[in-house]
């Protein structure tokens, strides 16, 4: 039943500008290889090679286990994955199915020279997407130290200005930040609640930063407890490297003024009154 032929191609943004291997390059490259034979297509634009969740891989591997695919042609080991775990995953998966796994550039062999080779190239790929992706983060933290902001974090109250790279205050969504503090405040002690804040925004139709009807409750204690208000904007706050989000050491955030919208002595008194709250929801 295995007649058919596939070839597979990836490429993200990132490396397209890079090397130029656009997916049709590295289609025509394989195709050159198989000659006038016909070929199945699966190709992913713009995706990661770091994970193996990609729509067209996910496609291929699925004709593979029912038995539809007979041979792969990739242009390199690095279009599979930028992860030398993930490469040889892939490999061991078709191998054990029957799978013939051809490249253009580099031939894989089963020999001890030629796994070797295979585990050596795949090594070395993911140690320049490792390398890039530190050039980036350290490019990014260098433009954070010079005052400016990255990008649009779409905090309430703000709007991002892409010309001089700065919040700037959003006055509707400003009075509204101002409302919810003073609210918090001036609520009598037995009736005050965040998610009473969040109830009374929901029925005033007031749009939250991304346009929803409704107000959740953890919104609203966001943005209670967020000291951007006070004028001070944090970046390199957050490690999104790996598999979970981290708090990083606070001598490693950078400190960006921005326009404040809450007066420090009552943000102070908001973080009390939270605080009384928490206390007495644990009671």
């Known amino acids: ?27 025509r490259e394989c195709q050159n290889l198989i000659g006038e034979a016909e070929a199945l297509v699966f190709s992913d634009e713009g995706v990661s090679g770091e994970t193996l969740q990609r729509p067209a891989l996910n496609e291929l591997r699925r004709k593979i286990q029912h038995q539809e695919i007979g041979t792969v042609y990739c242009l390199d080991p690095d279009r599979l994955s930028r992860k030398l775990l993930h490469q040889l995953l892939l490999t061991e998966e078709w191998e054990r199915q029957g799978i013939t796994l051809n490249f253009v ?8 020279e030629g ?26 933290r260098e433009k954070a130290r010079q005052g400016r902001v990255l990008r649009d974090f779409q905090i309430y109250g703000y709007d991002f200005d892409p010309k ?18 003073i609210g918090l405040i001036t609520t009598p002690l037995e009736t005050r609640s965040i998610s009473g804040i969040a109830r009374a925004l929901t029925k005033a ?22 000291r951007t208000y006070l004028g001070e904007f944090y970046q390199n706050k957050w490690n999104t490297s790996g598999h979970r989000v981290r708090l990083r050491p606070q001598e490693e ?6 326009p404040s919208i809450i007066e420090p002595e009552v943000f102070s008194e908001v973080q009390g009154i939270l605080a009384s709250l928490s206390v007495n929801s644990r009671s």
């Not at 990836?10 to 500008?17: G, I, P």
């Not at 796994?115 to 790929?125: K, Q």
């Open 205 to 226: 139709g007031v749009p939250t930063k991304k346009g929803a009807k409704k107000w959740h409750r953890q919104v609203v204690k966001q943005i209670l407890c967020n």
């Open 105 to 112: 550039l580099g031939d894989y062999s089963k020999t001890p």
């Open 1 to 27: 039943m295995r007649q058919l032929i596939a070839i597979y191609a990836r490429v993200s943004t990132e490396e397209q500008a890079k090397h130029g291997f656009s997916i049709p390059a590295q289609i």
């Open 164 to 181: 001089s790279e700065q919040l700037v205050i959003n006055p509707a969504e400003a009075a509204i930040v101002k409302q919810i503090y």
């Open 253 to 258: 955030w950078i400190l960006i003024p921005c």
């Open 115 to 140: 796994n070797l080779f295979y585990a050596l190239r795949g090594a070395i790929s993911e140690f320049e997407k490792a390398k890039i992706t530190e050039r980036m983060c350290r490019g990014r």
